[in-house]
């Protein structure tokens, strides 16, 4: 992929990856990462972890590096809801918890875990290495941390691991809804990579054929394997697991999100900020972003029947929206894969939904399919929902 995008035609520059190495099988932590720590020599290791995922990885990784070199395991806590999350308090306990002479950090969970562990690493200017614990979010090789700052959800660029190691046999224990969570992340790519297609048509946005064309072929090598998803098998959970890697590599190579990312990531990211301020449980980015792009294809398809006075407009809803899967189809497989399909499965309310169908473009300048609704108030000319 590195010399895909490096001999790339589209104008832009891509960034170099500098993730030394990834690795994605059943030896991934006991022979691989083992092998890593003792070729980079590391003097002190501290593992980044919370209650649940030192069980599942925190502990093992203890053992097998114990004696190979120092290392030190710190545990986060959850707030009063039961969450850990990347705010304040979180951070500043992490980055106290990890002594000074610390040389490397392993990031043991899943996403949250990971943005804190970067903005640690970064902070410190030390690396870190990835030991995802599920396969629930494309964001483990990404260098943005999107962090709670002020009681508000922030994106700040922060570092990419030094190297990421995913042990299939520890993800494929992981519960079916952060499987269910990771396959919605890339659900999401439906609806992003129209978005961005979209705004290249009508704003002349800068766009990367390759980029789209390689997260669309993770995407769809997906949505070949919802069986095996479903039921966790290796193959199933390394596709899954090697799609989500994909998607976030290319991210860090453009530098920026635009091929991962469009109007499913802004309705989730709104409705965690509602959820953060009324102090509610959160629910798993995944599942929000698989239902809202769900949502989204659909009012997409219903716009092809609309009447709109602007022929390019016309023409580009036209060709871009109507190769698009239905929100059925897409309902279809997440139901499959054991994901929620809809918004009142994950206790939206209907007003809230509304709402975030007109705010949420206002929290990015990113053209969407929702800034297209907003500017020529397309929603109140349809009628959507699966019935
Ligand atoms: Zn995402
Ligand atoms: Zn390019």
Same mark, same amino acid.
């Given at each position: 992929m590195k010399n895909t995008l490096g001999a790339c035609h589209c104008k832009a520059d891509h960034f170099p990856l500098t993730i030394e190495k990834i690795v994605i099988d059943e030896h991934a932590i006991d022979q691989e990462l083992v092998s890593f720590v003792k070729t980079a020599s590391f003097q002190k290791i501290v593992i980044v972890c919370d209650n649940i995922t030192d069980q599942i990885a925190g502990k093992r990784l203890m053992s097998l590096l114990h004696g190979i070199t120092e290392v030190i395991s710190l545990q986060l806590e959850a707030n009063k809801a039961g969450d850990v999350t990347a705010d304040e308090r979180t951070l500043v306990s992490a980055l106290n918890g990890i002594?000074?002479?610390?040389?490397v950090l392993i990031a043991a969970g899943a996403g949250t875990i990971h943005d804190i562990v970067r903005f640690c690493a970064y902070q410190r200017g030390i690396p870190f290495l990835s030991v995802p614990t !599920?396969? *629930?979010?494309?964001?483990?090789? *990404? !260098?943005g941390a999107p962090l709670i700052l002020n009681g508000k959800k922030q994106t700040i660029q922060t570092k990419a691991p030094l190297a990421l190691f995913a042990d299939i046999n520890i993800l494929r224990e992981a519960p079916q809804q952060m499987v269910a969570a990771g396959f919605g992340d890339m659900l999401g790519k439906i609806t992003s990579l129209a978005d961005w297609e979209v705004s290249r048509l009508l704003n002349a946005e800068p766009y990367c054929p390759t980029a789209a064309r390689i997260t669309k072929t993770a995407l769809d090598q997906c949505l070949a394997r919802t069986d095996e998803m479903a039921e966790k098998t290796h193959e199933g959970i390394r596709i899954l697991m090697e799609s989500l890697v994909i998607s976030g590599l290319v991210m860090l190579m453009l530098d920026h999100s635009r091929s991962a990312s469009g109007g499913e990531h802004h309705l989730s990211h709104f409705l965690e900020m509602k959820a953060l301020e009324n102090q509610k449980r959160q629910v798993l980015h995944g599942a929000k972003v698989g239902c809202a792009s769900i949502l989204l294809a659909d009012i997409y398809h219903s716009l092809i029947q609309v009447d709109i006075d602007d022929d390019q407009m016309k023409k580009t809803i036209h060709s871009v929206y109507k190769g698009l899967p239905s929100g059925q189809k897409m309902a279809e497989w997440m139901k499959h894969v054991?994901?929620?399909?809809?918004f009142k499965e994950l206790d939206v309310e209907e007003s809230l939904l509304s709402e975030a169908l007109a705010c949420?473009?206002?929290?990015?300048d990113r053209y969407t399919g929702l800034k297209m609704i907003d500017q020529y108030d397309l929603l109140s000319k349809i009628k959507h929902g699966r019935g």
């Open positions: 002594p000074l002479d610390t040389d !599920a396969p *629930s979010v494309d964001g483990f090789t *990404s !260098a054991g994901g929620p399909t809809e949420a473009h206002q929290l990015r």
